[in-house]
C-alpha cells in the first residue's frame, strides 16, 4: 500500500487543492523547496494513473 495523504484548499477563493509530500519521497528523491513535480495523468481502463516526475528547481 502506498503513502496517503489529505487534500486542502489552496486558499479560501480557489478552486485548487494541495496536498503535503510524504517525508519517505522527499527523502527518497532527494527533493528540496522549489523543486517542480511535473503531473502526467493516463487512463487505463477504469483507473486513473498519475505519474508525478520531480525536476530540480531554481530560488525565485
Known amino acids: ?3 496517503i495523504t489529505f ?3 489552496a486558499s479560501p ?5 494541495r496536498t503535503t509530500v510524504p517525508s519517505s519521497i522527499i527523502k527518497q ?5 522549489y523543486d ?4 502526467i ?3 487505463e481502463g477504469s483507473e486513473l ?3 508525478v ?6 530560488v525565485r
Open 36 to 39: 517542480k513535480l511535473e503531473w
Open 29 to 33: 528523491f532527494g527533493l528540496t523547496e
Open 41 to 43: 495523468l493516463k487512463a
Open 13 to 17: 477563493k480557489s478552486e485548487s487543492l
Open 7 to 9: 487534500l486542502n484548499k
Open 1 to 3: 500500500m502506498g503513502e
Open 49 to 51: 494513473v498519475i505519474i
Open 53 to 58: 516526475k520531480p525536476q530540480k528547481g531554481e
